[in-house]
């Protein structure tokens, strides 16, 4: 007789944000599995209920806030040693009420800059992630032309409110490289701007950079994520067994492409969004949609189970 599977739970969880952008956070009890840890506050998904039902019974019963609408932020699936959790996960920006601890459990407002700092359950990973990421990533590229137009395109992506930007420059010198990147980084500071160097990892530290994103030859060499949770750790990714690294690793976010004909290799083979969406099952990470797109595309890349969407000409 073979031993049954681990037990499957489903939970309905919130990323509760307030008019000032925080993150409301509740903790678990000592005495609770993990306790101690911080969490996006939810419950269980009873028989008969939907995950919003089950949401806006959770929130009620646990902060004494009514939801009045939320949407579909993502899907966690953990295993844990005797369990394994699926994690529907909301984004909750439209509730009444003032959000207090009703099970006497301490509940917390906080910036998105500081849940990485916070102790969390490790199928909560990928959603503390998510909650500080926006959903266009755009890209500042040597292709664009030379360093006066790569320098004109970051103030005009900072301009219109891009807040995550990677810097990459394959054609640079590495002392040049350098030199530009410690100019953009320190433009971006005090901007509100996230810049991520595409880089050695030591580079952005030294630099003072937001992190590092690893092209495909620095990712197959990795055994462990390279920077601690302060920085955002990324990828570039062309495949499932790519993706499956960058998981492995606990990064941040990956972008995977092209997913459309591009305008400088036209004659490279694309995934398409039925390839993207393939590429994206069942992956916890979040995913950046690359190739050939425009900020327009987000709401089919969203329907293919991306994250956002990245770019360069299609962000100009």
Known sequence: MTSAGPKEI???AGVIEDAAGRILVAQRPPDADQGGCWEFPGGKIEPGETSFEALRRELAEELGITVDGAEPMMVVRHDYPQRRVILDIWRVRDFSGEARGCLGQPVRWVSPAELPELKFPAANRYIVSAARLPVHYPIVDHAAGDLAAMRSQLQRLAADGFSLIQLRAKSLAPAAYREFAKECVDYCAGR???????AEPELAVKLGAAGVHLNGTRLKRLSSRPLGTRFWVAASCHGTDELE??????????VLGPVLPTFSHPEAASLGW??????????????????GLRMDHLARARDAGAWGVSGIRGFL
């Open 10 to 12: 489903n939970v309905a």
């Open 274 to 291: 039925e390839g993207l969406s393939e590429c994206l099952k069942a992956l916890n990470l979040p995913v950046f949609a690359l190739g």
């Open 192 to 198: 509100d701007v996230q810049l991520v160097l595409n």
């Open 245 to 254: 690294k960058a998981e492995s690793l606990a990064l941040d976010f990956a």
